[in-house]
C-alpha cells in the first residue's frame, strides 16, 4: 500500500454548519486504515463518500480534471476545502497517481485529442486510437488498461456509471490484475456490487456513523440486488 491510513480532524474545521463539515460522518469518524491494495467506499448518495475520496485526492496532490465552471445561485466557500483538515501516512513516500470521476472524463479525452494531433505518438499508450472515436465504455476501458498498468495510487468516483455489467467484470478483472502485480493502490467510491466483489478488497460503507468496514454480503447493493434477482416479481407487484 501506498497510503497506509487517512486522518480527519474535526476539531480543526472551520465551521460546522456548512457541508461537507456538517456531514455527521465526516464529524464522528477519526480515521480510515487502508490495509489492502483495493479499498472500497460504499453508501447512499449525499453521505460522504466522494466527498472524503475527493479530498484525499486533493492532500495526496493529484490533478482533479475539471469541466466548464457555470454560475450557480449559491457558493458555497467550504465546499472544496476539506483536504486542508484530513492528512495521510505514506508508506514510502508520496508516488504518482490519477483521480477519475465519469462526468470529467469527456474533458479529458477531448484535451487528449488535441495533443494527438500535435503529436500523434501520445496515442500509443491507449492503444493507438483516439479515445474520441471509440464508444464511452471502450474510451473508458482502454483508459483504465492504460492507466493503471503504472506504478501508482488511483482514485476513482462511480467508474461503473457508463459501464455494461460485462464491462464491469473487465474492469474488475483489471482492478485484480494490478493489484496482485503489487505496484497499484485503488480507492473507489462505487454503487457496483459486481466491483464490490474484487476478492481481497476492503469495503468501508458510510452509512454507518462513524464510517464502518463491512462485508460484502452485508453491504446494502448485495442484499438489494438478490433480492431483486431472486424474485424479480415482488418488485414488480408493489408497483
Not at 36 to 44: A, D, K, L, Q, R
Not at 214 to 230: G, N
Request: glycine content about 6%; some cysteine; hydrophobic content about 35%.
Amino acid at each position: 500500500m501506498h497510503v497506509t491510513r487517512v486522518e480527519l480532524h474535526p476539531e480543526r474545521y472551520p465551521t460546522r454548519d456548512r457541508y461537507p463539515f456538517s456531514l455527521d460522518v465526516l464529524q464522528r469518524t477519526p480515521a480510515i486504515e487502508l490495509s489492502t491494495p483495493v479499498t472500497f467506499f460504499v453508501g447512499e448518495n449525499g453521505t460522504g463518500k466522494s466527498t472524503l475520496l475527493e479530498a484525499m485526492v486533493r492532500r495526496c496532490r493529484i490533478h482533479i480534471w475539471g469541466g466548464v465552471r457555470r454560475a450557480r445561485l449559491e457558493h458555497n466557500p467550504h465546499e472544496e476545502q476539506l483536504h486542508r483538515f484530513i492528512d495521510v501516512q505514506w508508506t514510502n513516500g508520496s508516488v504518482p497517481g490519477s483521480f477519475f470521476a465519469s462526468q470529467e472524463f469527456h474533458s479529458y479525452a477531448r484535451l487528449l485529442d488535441e495533443w494527438a494531433a500535435a503529436t500523434p505518438g501520445v496515442l500509443r499508450y491507449f492503444g493507438g486510437e483516439s479515445l474520441m472515436t471509440k464508444s464511452h465504455g471502450q474510451s473508458l476501458m482502454a483508459y483504465f488498461r492504460s492507466r493503471y498498468a503504472i506504478k501508482g495510487i488511483y482514485f476513482a468516483d462511480e467508474p461503473e456509471t457508463a459501464l455494461s455489467p460485462r464491462t464491469q467484470l473487465e474492469l474488475l478483472g483489471v482492478l485484480r490484475e494490478m493489484a496482485d502485480a503489487g505496484h497499484a493502490q485503488f480507492i473507489i467510491a462505487t454503487h457496483s456490487p459486481i466491483l464490490l466483489a474484487c476478492p481481497g478488497a476492503t469495503i468501508y460503507s458510510f452509512d454507518h456513523v462513524p464510517v464502518r468496514r463491512v462485508a460484502y454480503e452485508d453491504t446494502d447493493h448485495y442484499q438489494v440486488y438478490k433480492a431483486f434477482m431472486d424474485n424479480p416479481g415482488s418488485y414488480l407487484d408493489d408497483e
